[in-house]
C-alpha cells in the first residue's frame, strides 16, 4: 500500500478492525493500567498481575467483537484466564485475534521501576502468530533501517556478527556506531552479545525487565534506542511486532528451544523439550521449523492491525498511572494503527465529577 498521504486518504486506508476498536483498545490496556497501579511499589508482582488479567479480561468481554485470544497468559490447563484459545468479547461485531500481555514487567511494577506498561495488539482472523512458552532470540530496528535494507539490498542477519549488523545500522541511521544504542535485557545468557556490541563500541542500555516498549521506541528518531537485542519472551515478540507492523520497524528473530545457553542443567532441558515439543506441535509447528527465521509479517500476518500500550509506571514517552484518590487517576498511552496514524493519549478518569476538580 502507498504510503497515504492526507488525514483523509489515512482514514479511508483504516480497516474495520482499526476504525471500529482503536478506542476500545485504550479502554481495555487502560483499565488493565489502573488496576494495576494499585499495586505499584507493593512488592507482589503476582497479584499486580493478577488484577492486571481480571480487570483486561472484564473490560474485553464488554467489546462487540468475537475475539480469540492467540497470545494470552498460557494454555488452557495453566491459565484461568486470557489462555491461548479463550473465546473474548461479546461475539457480536468483527472476528478478531487478540495478543494480551496485561502487566508486562511484573517486576518492574512491584518495585515501582520505570518501564512497566499493560499492552495489547488485535488483528483480522490469522493475523497474530501463536506465540508458544519459549524464547525468541531477535533483533529489533526501525524503519529508517528497513528503508535502507530495500534499497541496497543488505539485510539486518540475526547470525551474523554483532558488528556487521551494527555496520549496517549504523549507515541506515546515519550515526557513527559509538552513538548508537542497542537495549538488551539483563540476563546470564546475553554476555556474549552485551561484550560484542561494547567490543563493536556502541552503547548499551541494559534493562532489568521490559524490552518490548524499547523495541516499539526504535521506531521513533528521538527516542534514544536505535536496536533491541537478545532472546524474551515469544509473546512479547509477537506484540513487538504489532506495534512494528503499524509503524514500519522491523523484528527478525527465531524460536529458542530450552539449551545450555539459557542456564539449564540437561536433566531440565530434557524435561523441557519433553514437555515443550508436543505442545509447539499441537500449536502447528512441527520440531523442524521451530528455528527457522521469522521476521515481523510471520509473527504479525494480519493487515488490520491496531496496538495500544498504557503505562503503568514511568517511561518512555509515557507518564505511569498516577493515582489521584477516590478511584481516580491519570495516565498516558500509545495507540498506533497499521494506517499510520500514532496517538500518545492522556486520559484522566473522574469518578465524582461534581466534588472534584483536577489538573494534569
Ligand atoms: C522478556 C521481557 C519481559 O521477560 O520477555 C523477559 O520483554 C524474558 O523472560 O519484560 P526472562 O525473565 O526469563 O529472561 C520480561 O522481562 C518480563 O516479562
Ligand atoms: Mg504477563
Ligand atoms: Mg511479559
Same mark, same amino acid.
Given at each position: ?9 489515512? #482514514?479511508?486506508?483504516a480497516?474495520?478492525? /482499526? ?33 492486571a488479567?481480571?480487570?483486561?479480561? %472484564?473490560?474485553? &468481554? ?13 494454555? %488452557?490447563? /495453566? ?34 521501576? &520505570? ?25 529489533v ?34 550515526? &557513527? ?32 525487565? =521490559? ?15 536505535? #536496536? ?19 509503524? =514500519? ?19 531440565e532441558?530434557?524435561k ?45 514517552? #509515557?507518564?505511569?498511572?498516577?493515582l ?30 461534581? &466534588?472534584?476538580?483536577?489538573?494534569v
Open positions: 500500500m502507498p504510503h497515504p498521504k492526507s488525514t483523509e486518504e489515512m #482514514m479511508a486506508a480497516g474495520p478492525i /482499526e476504525k471500529n476498536l482503536s478506542l476500545s483498545l485504550l479502554q481495555i490496556t487502560e483499565a488493565a493500567a489502573v488496576a494495576s497501579a494499585y499495586q505499584v511499589g507493593k512488592g507482589d508482582r503476582k497479584y499486580a498481575d493478577h488484577v488479567v481480571e480487570a483486561m479480561r %472484564r473490560v474485553l &468481554n464488554h467489546i462487540d467483537m468475537k475475539g480469540t485470544i492467540k497470545i494470552g497468559e498460557g494454555e %488452557r490447563d /495453566e491459565a484461568p484466564m486470557l489462555y491461548i484459545g479463550e473465546e473474548v468479547g461479546t461475539g457480536n461485531g468483527p472476528v478478531v485475534e487478540i495478543a494480551v500481555d496485561p502487566l508486562e514487567g511484573t517486576n518492574l511494577a512491584a518495585d515501582d521501576v &520505570n518501564g512497566s506498561i499493560a499492552v495489547m495488539s488485535m488483528a483480522e482472523k490469522d493475523g497474530i502468530f501463536y506465540g508458544p512458552d519459549i524464547y525468541f532470540d531477535k533483533i530496528v526501525g524503519p529508517k533501517v528497513v528503508l535502507y535494507e530495500k534499497k541496497t539490498g543488505d539485510k539486518i542477519d540475526l547470525d551474523a556478527p554483532v558488528l556487521q549488523n551494527l555496520t549496517l545500522v549504523s549507515k541506515a541511521l546515519g550515526k &557513527n556506531i559509538e552513538d548508537l544504542t542497542v537495549v538488551v535485557l539483563e540476563r546470564d545468557r546475553h554476555k556474549k552479545i552485551i561484550a560484542d556490541v561494547r567490543a563493536a563500541g556502541a552503547r548499551i542500555r541494559l534493562v532489568p525487565d =521490559g524490552d518490548l516498549l524499547p523495541g516499539v521506541m526504535t521506531c521513533f528518531e528521538d527516542s534514544g534506542v536505535d #536496536m533491541v537485542m537478545g532472546a524474551g519472551g515469544s509473546g512479547e515478540a509477537v506484540l513487538t511486532a504489532s506495534a512494528l507492523k503499524c509503524l =514500519g520497524g522491523k523484528i527478525i528473530g527465531r524460536l529458542v528451544l530450552p539449551n545450555a545457553a539459557n542456564e539449564k542443567s540437561e536433566d532441558i530434557a523441557e523439550l519433553a514437555e515443550k515439543l508436543p505442545r509447539l506441535e499441537k500449536m502447528g509447528i512441527p520440531e523442524n521449523e521451530i528455528s527457522k527465521i521469522r521476521e515481523t509479517n510471520d509473527l504479525v500476518p494480519g493487515k488490520d492491525v491496531i496496538f495500544a500500550a498504557t503505562a503503568v509506571t514511568d517511561g518512555p514517552f #509515557m507518564k505511569g498511572t498516577k489521584l484518590g477516590d478511584g481516580d487517576a491519570y495516565m498516558t498511552s500509545i495507540l498506533t494503527g497499521s494506517s499510520g496514524v500514532v496517538r500518545i493519549t492522556q486520559s484522566i478518569y473522574v469518578k465524582d465529577k461534581e &466534588n472534584k476538580s483536577f489538573s
